[in-house]
């Protein structure tokens, strides 16, 4: 049995197969590759046994047909500098991966795919890689490819960032005899290890059918410098809202600071009018974003959504705004958001795309895609009293799991205790933040 490591730095992992190897009395030829020849140096000091090889990966393994791999490959990663020449490898594996590597797939990714590459029929692969090759938008090909042509034999997330400071997932892989049909599943496993519960859908309607979802990106944050103001100075100015002051139905604008900018404000606003302020270009912004939504916060533990029913606020990057055609439905979207079978479903299929393993960070269009209850006047009674300074938010939210349906019972209870367990302690010890 050939154990191959292609980027083996100083050897631990060819290291800790030997050593299982000993323990179960097998007989394995171990074979590194390592780019840098003062890690390989030490590489071959620890293991006088294994074929430890200085050079390029990316092209070295072409040739090779291990049993198993094992691979812990370079990251990107947010705080790494590139090393020379990592440009170069990054293009080479491009070309040779093709569409199967998206322009920010991390390079980890490409590592993974080469190693299935030249894995035997039935071999093994177990990879450390970012988390964000379960769930990142440019590495959906490179998982299409590893689902139709591996069985995945497991997968761990690592919650505490370690020093490449990148949270990071652990697969193994088995190569199949032949490629079959098969979807990823790998961030439903996720979330089942982390106890989020499995929901059925309610139905089969949308709410990107009903309604228009976006998302502002860097430039309209950066348009709003020098045009913030509190809106207690300024009664003309129109209430910023950012991710941080949308708690589960409810705006905390003017009862909680915020950031913006930077700076920390009481009750953020902007004005749209004074001419001197603004340019004509941020008044169209601003006034396009004035009207009947729902707004939904990012990187939180659960779905926290609330509705702007008058049109009043301002999103602030990277809140993202729900526009229903009818502004009736705003009350109904609001209901199949807070249901907590919304958050359960949106974490089985982006678990590790938020900042920590398991905060939410949801694109328009994956919000666009959750399901969407029937229109009811119940729906809009709870989140009306909600966002109005009254209601019970567990109330509220044991109710919008009713209206989403599917759980009874003890099953019904458990979801709704993993929902509020997840909850910022101040959404769990008041429900009630004030008025505006
Ligand atoms: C994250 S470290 C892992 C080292 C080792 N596998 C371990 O777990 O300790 C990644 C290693 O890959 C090496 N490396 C980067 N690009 C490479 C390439 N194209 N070919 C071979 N090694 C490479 C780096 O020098 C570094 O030692």
Redesign the pocket.
């Given at each position: 049995m050939t154990v191959l490591?292609?980027?083996?730095?100083?050897?631990?992992?060819l290291l800790a197969a030997a050593q299982v190897a000993s323990e179960r009395g097998c007989n394995i030829r171990l074979v590194g590759?390592?780019?840098?020849d003062a890690?390989a140096c030490v590489a071959r000091a620890a293991l006088p046994q294994a074929d430890i090889i200085t050079?390029?990966?990316?092209d070295l393994m072409r040739s090779m047909h291990p049993d198993v791999v094992l691979l812990?490959?370079?990251?990107r990663g947010r705080m790494r500098q590139p090393?020379e020449g990592d440009l170069e490898?990054l293009q080479s594996l491009e070309s040779s991966l093709g569409s199967r590597l998206g322009p920010y797939t991390d390079p980890a990714t490409g590592f993974v795919l080469l190693s299935e590459a030249v894995l035997k029929e039935g071999g093994q692969l177990g990879a450390?890689v970012p988390v964000s090759i379960v769930s990142a938008r440019d590495a959906a090909a490179a998982r299409a490819h590893l689902a139709r042509h591996c069985i995945t034999r497991s997968i761990v997330s690592a919650p505490a960032p370690f020093e490449?400071q990148v949270n990071t997932v652990s697969i193994v892989l088995k190569k199949r005899p032949e490629p079959i049909d098969a979807q990823c599943n790998w961030s439903s496993k996720l979330a089942t290890a982390a106890c989020v519960p499995s929901v059925s859908l309610p139905g089969d309607a949308l709410i990107g059918d009903i309604a228009d979802v976006t998302a502002d990106f860097r430039d309209e944050y950066y348009a709003l410098k020098g045009h913030i103001v509190e809106c207690a100075d300024c009664p003309d100015a129109h209430p910023v809202l950012t991710s941080g002051l949308i708690d589960p139905g409810v705006s905390l604008h003017g009862t909680h600071p915020a950031r913006v900018h930077g700076e920390r404000w009481s009750a953020p606003g902007v004005i749209a009018t004074r001419k001197e302020d603004t340019d004509a270009k941020l008044g169209a912004v601003i006034k396009q974003r004035l009207v009947p939504k729902v707004l939904v916060a990012t990187q939180t533990p659960v779905i926290e959504a609330v509705v702007d029913a008058q049109g009043e606020f301002l999103p602030l990057t990277p809140v993202i705004r729900i526009v229903p055609r009818d502004p009736a439905d705003l009350w109904r979207i609001g209901a199949s958001l807070l249901a907590p079978q919304a958050s359960a479903l949106a974490l089985h299929r982006h678990f590790g795309a938020g900042r920590s393993p398991a905060a939410l960070r949801l694109r328009a269009v994956d919000i666009a895609a959750l399901p969407l209850l029937e229109s009811s006047r119940e729906a809009a009674c709870i989140l009306q009293e909600l966002a109005g300074g009254g209601g019970d938010l567990r109330i509220a939210a044991s109710q919008a799991a009713d209206l989403w349906g599917g759980l009874q019972g003890k099953a019904s209870e458990a979801l709704l205790d993993w929902w509020w367990s997840r909850l910022p302690e101040r959404c769990r010890s008041s429900n009630t933040p004030g008025p505006k």
């Open positions: 490591d292609p980027t083996c730095g100083t050897g631990r992992l590759i390592e780019l840098a890690l050079g390029d990966a990316t812990n490959p370079p990251y090393i490898r450390i490449a």
